[in-house]
């Protein structure tokens, strides 16, 4: 899962959403543009993928 790290005027930065975690510091990174094309960074995901986190369905109340 990726956050926005910055917006310009025809792409978008995006950045591993552990990036926050001070132990982990993820350096995976991806661009996208107003073509809706993504380019991946050479910089790889330093942590296991979690599917489940990633699928999971909300729940209604």
């Not at 792409?11 to 926050?20: E, R, Y």
């Amino acid at each position: 899962m990726y956050t926005v790290e910055r917006k310009y005027l025809t792409t978008i930065n995006w950045v591993c959403a552990k990036n926050g975690n001070v132990k982990l510091r993820c350096p995976a990174r991806c661009v996208t543009n107003s073509n809706r094309s993504i380019k991946l960074s050479h910089r790889k995901h330093n942590h296991p993928s979690n599917l489940y986190q990633m699928h999971k369905s909300r729940t209604r109340p």
